[in-house]
């Protein structure tokens, strides 16, 4: 550390100078820290709003996928929530079964499920396990244009 006179033989100020080799290596935090708060705030915020954002009204489009090539099987539910597969009444514990029969015969199978507006959301679901489980992939939900 060095000394300075003053005029009247007092120390004026002393400093230290930095004759060694050390580098500051202190990251100052505190705007992280500002930043990661407000990013906690506008997310506790928006989230409840997504929720709550969707409103849906199916199951009329006016996009049409096009036709496959290949025959696909039709999985039907009507109104009264009652299965069809390939227009014959199935009962819903049978389907997940006829399904992996037909894949076993082409493991390139695509299906169709086609359900009726006044159907229970939860019919859909059934239908839509059973084929999953069956392992077919490759699912089309017709909606009318």
Do not use: H
Not at 19 to 27: K, R, T
């Amino acid at each position: 550390q060095q000394e300075w006179p003053c005029r009247s033989g007092g120390q004026l100020m002393s400093f230290s100078t930095q004759d060694s080799d050390e580098v500051l290596s202190e990251m100052n935090v505190t705007p992280l820290v500002d930043v990661m708060l407000v990013l906690l705030v506008v997310f506790i915020v928006t989230t409840p709003l997504m929720t709550n954002a969707i409103k849906v009204n199916l199951p009329k489009t006016d996009a049409v996928a096009p036709a496959e090539k290949k025959n696909p099987v039709v999985v039907s539910v009507d109104q009264d929530g009652k299965f069809y597969l390939a227009k014959s009444e199935i009962a819903p514990e049978l389907l997940e079964k006829s399904l992996q029969d037909e894949k076993a015969k082409d493991p390139e199978i695509r299906v169709q499920l086609q359900a009726d507006t006044a159907v229970n959301y939860g019919q859909v679901a059934k239908a839509m396990a059973s084929i999953e489980r069956s392992g077919i992939t490759k699912i089309s939900v017709m909606t009318a244009k």
